[in-house]
């Protein structure tokens, strides 16, 4: 290693981040891809680089899509893609697994699903795993975000893999979040559990061909009844809806498209929008500023001084409020 | 409000600690529950509460049991609860369900299926909403497992539900994780997806009587073959079985029981127990660590300043690193 390359990952080149965010913003997938891996790596060029970006952020209009495995999500956001890209908007998909380890492997299926879009070049596709970065989703994916916002595109779909903690994560940065279900995917009890009644702005019943969709409907709509409506402005009311799909042929897509549509008018005409908005970058703020006090105090965390607490502790010898009160001191 | 009950939340009496423990130790289901809220609301009392804890545990076996919503977790944990009290066992079960914000109601179904053992006094079942703690089940659930345990029950099975980051921290909790699989579920990819190649240590295919479980059963070989061994001690290989089971009618539950078992042996043999417990112990420690830290930010974090920056930050004005310096300044 020579003095000039001391410092930066090996096997990297150095980054000129101005050059990188004027290529990204004329539309280069290629400078698109690196600040997103600047991202997923927690480059220190991060403060960079979010700095050249936020004048060029709020244009995107961020659609979060999630649902269990297996109701078709991958078709789901090919196939509104392909609806929006016939309105004629510049589309971006980020697909977050946050519980692979892999940026590539995890999502070959989504990639080989989506490659009708592949040469597209006002498609942009990534995939970006999360699991690595402490506080999940919170703290890689809205920084992903800024930078394919800054890129231009007019309508950035984020898709998570799983039902949990990242699901109402992605609600969290959505604008509107579009809940999926399936016929055949469990019972109205399985899609309670799954904490999706309080998430979704539009709910798609994919697959809608198939037996049961009825049913998964009208379980659906008997809950949304029952649940508390999702809390707008005072005196303003956004009556969910239920949308079918046979996304695998596109069938009802227009529809979901349609009703992003009509949500986004409603967050706009209410101000919600704005106040999401600010939500979102109050978590982000505040997900960099614990980053920063966890990194502080790595040094500690990181200390022989934690395992030794830490092996007392498992032998009961020592509570775990005594040995954080020990750590901290 | 007199100056009696100044301080506590209202509502609720004063809490005696040492007498709560104590008739938690002599398995009150009352008191344990009670113990457990104070858990669930992060009760100040829970220093005393883990202090007095601390030298009664290490007794039980705690078993993670994870997999997608519709392979029937419930219904296995439910046959794994009745094969254990054969063997004259005392058992717990945590049913921890990370995605939503109720206690009660979105369990509902388990509870139910777990009727049958409802009046049995050595069976005690509990379902912990862990939404609302920050860092997810890291915070929580290891003290509901350090009250299970000092309750002296022999096995305790923590129930996840859902796919993603909850998964992996349930492995991390557990001494041996059971990963649930089914058939008709979705395909091999979508079982890469879920991340469960690197947590489990026991393969569970349920509904084995279905069409396609002994696919399921051949694809997971493969990939658990492709994939890295789970790390163990130098030298010392645990081959993850695949089981098959019909929960339903309890086929093949013994088999399971007899599988944890033999990895309790492996894990006590080789050292990995040890291992495995403080790793818990250490991150419990930092979890409750960065707790008190983020305690004490808080008042920062809660500030209007922080809704000032938030703002500025949602119009671009501003871009969130340098919002974050401004916090932490």
Redesign the interface.
Known sequence: MNTATAGRPSGRSAVAVPQLIEQARAGSPRAIARLITLVEEASPL??EV??A??????HARIVGLTG???VGKSTSTSALVTELRKQGQRVAVLAV?????FSG?????DRVRMSEHATDPDVYIRSMAS?GHLG?LSWAT??AL?VLDAAGFDTILVET????????EVAGLADTTLVLLAP????G??A????IL?IGDIYVVNKADRDGAAQVSRDLRGMLNLSAAIAGPPGTVWKRPILKTVAQQGTGVAEVVEAIAEHRAFLVSTGEL?RR??????V???E???G???RR?GAV?GSAE??V???R????????????DE??A
């Open positions: 991060l403060r979010m700095a970006l936020a004048p060029h952020t709020g269990s495995p297996g697994d946050p519980s692979s380890p492997g995890a999502l070959l299926g699991r999940g809205p920084q800024r893999v799983g039902v949990g903690q990242s699901e109402v055949g995917m469990g019972d009890i399985q309670a559990k799954a904490g309080e704005a908005r600010v939500r979102r970058a109050r982000e703020v505040e960099i500023a614990l920063e006090l966890r105090w965390s934690l395992d607490l830490a092996a502790v498992a032998t009961g010898e020592l509570d775990p409020y005594t040995a954080a750590l901290l």
